[in-house]
């Protein structure tokens, strides 16, 4: 049975103080066991949330890095700088990342396979736009999706990944997937997985859904066959509702 994850994308969000106080008041109420956790705050954050986190059942991820380990690439930064200041996780792909700073689908895969090699588990998102879905188009874009992220990744690889399908139209947006349609490009997901890899590896396989998720759709949307907890996005800027969340995942 997949344990579930749940990780909270803070975004371009927070400062110092309210970062660090973020951390410790959701460290100080997280589950100790039945889910997984993870807080994702920005770059500039990432060594005093660690420290805050330190001892607690929440581990530290980041929001985004580059495939290179180093070199002339002025403002970004490598897996094994993250891996350094103690994340574990690595958000790759993001809608955001892909829409608004224009990464590809090829890039993308080559984020997932520094991440790797640098020693970190490489969240993957992704989804559609919302003149993607009305044209029939979900899983043409998300099957595309998955397999430039995946492309070479081995089986050796494959369970360190987590997959995010968060539809581009439910983020932010207030709308959410209904939990049938959540569940079937969950269930498509894994279907195609099973394709690249094997029954068991896609069983195994962790997709979490994002999308406007909160303390009030999150037990529904968990409670379908194939969703394995959620990338959270603005609820998980205060405790107490990314807590709420993290219990429905339970």
């Not at 066991?33 to 990432?46: H, M, N, S, T």
């Not at 792909?93 to 689908?105: L, M």
């Not at 999706?145 to 539809?167: C, F, H, K, M, S």
Request: overall charge negative; glycine content about 10%; charged content about 20%.
């Amino acid at each position: 049975m997949r344990k579930p994850f749940v990780a909270g994308n803070w975004k371009m969000n927070t400062c110092a103080d309210e970062a660090v106080a973020l951390a410790r008041a959701i460290a100080d109420a997280a589950p100790k066991e039945g889910v997984d956790l993870a807080v994702c705050p920005p770059f500039v954050y990432l060594r005093s949330v660690a420290k805050a986190l330190d001892g607690a059942w929440v581990a530290l991820g980041a929001q985004n890095m580059y495939f290179e380990p180093a070199g002339a690439f002025t403002g970004d930064i490598s897996g094994a700088m993250l891996k350094d200041v103690g994340c574990r996780y690595v958000i790759l792909g993001h809608s955001e990342r892909r829409h608004v700073f224009g990464e590809s689908d090829e890039l993308v895969g080559k984020k997932v396979i520094a991440a790797l090699a640098a020693g970190l588990d490489p969240i993957l998102c992704v989804g559609e736009l919302i003149e993607e879905r009305e044209a029939g188009k979900t899983m043409e874009v998300v099957e595309r999706q998955v397999r430039a992220g995946l492309a070479g990744v081995g089986a050796d690889g494959i369970g360190r990944i987590t997959i995010a399908y968060e539809p581009v139209w439910a983020i932010g947006t207030g709308k959410t997937a209904t939990p049938a349609q959540a569940q079937e490009v969950h269930a498509a997901i894994r279907a195609l997985l099973a394709t690249m890899y094997n029954e068991t590896a896609a069983a195994a396989m962790r997709i979490q859904y994002g999308g406007s998720v909160k303390p009030q759709n999150a037990k529904e949307l968990f409670s379908q066959t194939d969703i394995d907890g959620g990338l959270i996005g603005g609820a998980s800027l205060k405790a107490e509702s990314f807590i709420a969340i993290a219990e429905a995942a339970l």
